[in-house]
């Protein structure tokens, strides 16, 4: 089974810093994309950053140049650096894990991890 494991949440300053990590593992044969979204209360899901497996990446317009995102392909695992925080950066962050195959012949399926929390006090 696939499953995604994140880890690096917390309580932080205005202006800290936080990194996420996201570890993905269940026999996955290959993937397009690793990436992060985020969802505060009563707000839909947003993406925050996401990394094609070539290293492309795509950020949200009001994170760029604050945080960055970046991938160990050989281990399947995502991290998302994040700097000079702000309040409005409090979310639940989830892992996402986009086209991932266990075989060759695989159907692609994308999948999530369960959150974790980042809270942003001023």
């Known amino acids: 089974q696939v499953q995604l494991v994140e880890s690096g949440g917390g309580l932080v300053q205005a202006g800290g810093s936080l990194r996420l990590s996201c570890a993905a593992s269940?026999?996955?044969?290959?993937?397009?994309?690793m990436g992060w979204y985020r969802q505060a209360p009563g707000i839909q899901r947003e993406l925050v950053a996401t990394?094609?497996?070539?290293?492309?990446?795509n950020y949200k317009d009001s994170v760029k140049g604050r945080f960055t995102i970046s991938r160990d392909n050989a281990k399947n695992t995502v991290y998302l650096q994040m700097n000079s925080l702000k309040p409005e950066d409090t979310a639940v962050y989830y892992c996402?894990?986009?086209?991932?195959?266990?075989?060759?012949?695989?159907?692609?399926?994308?999948?999530w991890g369960q959150g974790t929390q980042v809270a942003v006090s001023s």
């Open positions: 990394i094609t497996r070539q290293g492309i990446t």
């Open positions: 996402s894990l986009t086209g991932a195959r266990t075989t060759l012949w695989g159907s692609p399926t994308d999948y």
């Open positions: 269940g026999g996955i044969y290959f993937f397009n994309a």
